[in-house]
């Protein structure tokens, strides 16, 4: 079974941090990019930021200088470090991966940023 369990996120002020993760099973994660995606209601899912297994990084414009993926394989973990935070970045955050043509998604942690 591959299970994608995300953590982290809540109530952020404007300005603010919060780092996500996520835990990886039932996976050869060491070999899997990662992604982190976000979603506000009404709206198409975004891909936020991905990481590959030899730890390249890619992010969307709107967080890059911001964001931070990294991924720790000893621990099957990936995290976003999520800096300067805006009100736009308001969203549920998701965890993914693919194994062959099947994607896995996480169930989203909500992050919330106030002004």
């Known amino acids: 079974q591959v299970h994608l369990v995300e953590s982290g996120g809540g109530l952020v002020q404007a300005g603010g941090s919060t780092r996500l993760s996520c835990a990886a099973s039932?996976?050869?994660?060491?070999?899997?990019?990662m992604r982190w995606y976000r979603q506000v209601s009404g709206k198409e899912r975004e891909l936020v930021a991905s990481?590959?297994?030899?730890?390249?990084?890619t992010y969307a414009d709107s967080v890059k200088g911001r964001f931070t993926i990294s991924r720790v394989n000893a621990r099957n973990t990936v995290y976003l470090q999520m800096n300067s935070l805006k009100s736009e970045d308001t969203a549920v955050y998701y965890c993914?991966?693919?194994?062959?043509?099947?994607?896995?998604w996480g169930r989203g942690t909500q992050v919330s940023v106030s002004s």
């Open positions: 993914n991966t693919h194994r062959t043509e099947v994607m896995f």
């Open positions: 039932g996976i050869n994660f060491k070999i899997n990019p």
């Open positions: 990481i590959s297994s030899d730890g390249s990084t």
